[in-house]
């Protein structure tokens, strides 16, 4: 089997490495400054696999990723995990006691944190970076005045210290990454449990329609099928127009699936599969602990 090439966000310590580290067995790893470059790069062939963040436990949807797939890229998911974030504050090494002025992240990462940071560096200038990677990189060069949130990893990159572990303000801070693909390829994967399979819809009603998304839902639950999460979505055509998405806790089969399609395009509704997958649940090790 070819090598295959694995775009990622990143640079090198992001949460998304830890994740392809944790999933992979073997392959090129690419990383890629934002999510909308990795799926580029996907779309045009460059790379066979793309790695991207898609919903934080604490935050919600990662709509970047989310709209770039709809509206921008035709790509499939074909696999998801879930791995624990653990956020950390991180320092220059040469950090003396001086007070911290800055601190850099993700916007997501500084959200999470955002109890701690409000308790302790009220005064502090916050400034968002493309991903905890790059705010590691950006303290690094900045000195003693500035911090980074990120974990363990982007810390041992740059030669940064942990200030205080575990910052987040939830324990259960949890991220689905989703892995997507344009040409289907077999993945070469760890021995890594599949929790469970799953299958991603997207439904768009239509206008002007009463009680649509009642019979949406109605389709899929006189089938017994599951729904673990449905999300609104705007459809970028006008105040109101929004798409929805839909996990079902199942793989796609030949005979529920296409009878909630043909039950819904009978109601005027669309609905494109997205992706039929296997869900993987990482637990990756720390070092850390608060």
Known sequence: METQKIGYLGPKGTFTKMAVDSLFDGGEFVSFDTIPACLDAVEAG???????????????????????????????IIA???VPIRQHLL????????????????????????????????????????????????????GVHAAAIGNHLAAEMN?????????????????????????PKTLKVKDQPVKKHKTTVMVTLPQDYVGALHQVLAAFAWRKM?????????????LGNYFFLVDVDQPYDQVLFPG???????????????????????????????
Request: aromatic share 6%.
């Open 226 to 238: 599951n729904l673990s999460k449905i999300e609104s979505r705007p459809m970028k055509t006008g």
């Open 159 to 183: 030669g940064l210290n942990i200030l205080e572990g575990n910052i987040h303000d939830y324990d259960n801070n949890h991220t689905r990454f989703a892995v997507v693909q344009k040409e």
């Open 91 to 142: 320092t220059h090494p040469e950090y003396d006691e001086h007070d911290i002025t800055e601190i850099h992240s993700h916007s997501h990462a500084i959200a999470q944190c955002h109890q701690y940071l409000h308790k302790h560096y009220p005064e502090a200038a916050i400034h968002y970076t493309a991903s905890t990677g790059r705010a590691a990189e950006i303290v690094r060069e900045k």
């Open 80 to 82: 998801e995990l879930t």
């Open 46 to 76: 460059e790379i066979d696999t793309g790695v991207v963040p898609l919903e934080n436990a604490i935050e919600g949807s990662v709509h970047l990723t989310i709209d770039y797939l709809i509206h921008q890229v035709n790509q499939a």
């Open 260 to 290: 909630v399609q043909q039950e819904l395009e009978a109601l005027g509704c669309r609905l494109k599969v997205l992706g039929t997958y296997p869900s993987y649940e990482i637990e990756t090790s720390s070092p850390v602990m608060k």
